[in-house]
């Protein structure tokens, strides 16, 4: 989880909330928030390969609830390119923190 923290203490300085859910987080967890904070960007970090599957379940959940349209996803990770973010039905996938707070503001008006 140390690129997860890093990336959250990133888009925290540069002036985003950051809700952290932890590690290996149920796929409900993320509707119960998505619907609870009305987030319009929500990330996911995987380390391992068999993160794949869990992401993926994940988006489709967040689909399942109705919330897709409301959010735009971003992953990351060790394994993670933009084959897999195709795959697990994010939005894009960024290569490190600072690609994660571009994304960002990119997709929220920031500079």
Known sequence: DIGKDIVAFM???NDFEVYDLGVDVPA?????????VNPEVVGMSG???LA??????TVEAIQAAGLRDRVK??????PM??????Y????AYGEDAWA???LAKSWTGGE
């Open 100 to 102: 994660a707070v571009q």
């Open 52 to 57: 794949f599957d869990r992401m993926k379940g």
């Open 81 to 86: 390119d933009d084959s897999v973010a195709q």
């Open 28 to 36: 409900k967890a993320f509707v119960e928030k998505i619907a609870e």
């Open 88 to 91: 697990v039905g994010a939005d």
């Open 47 to 49: 380390f391992l390969t």
């Open 11 to 13: 888009l925290e300085v």
């Open 73 to 78: 996803i971003m992953i990351g990770g060790a």
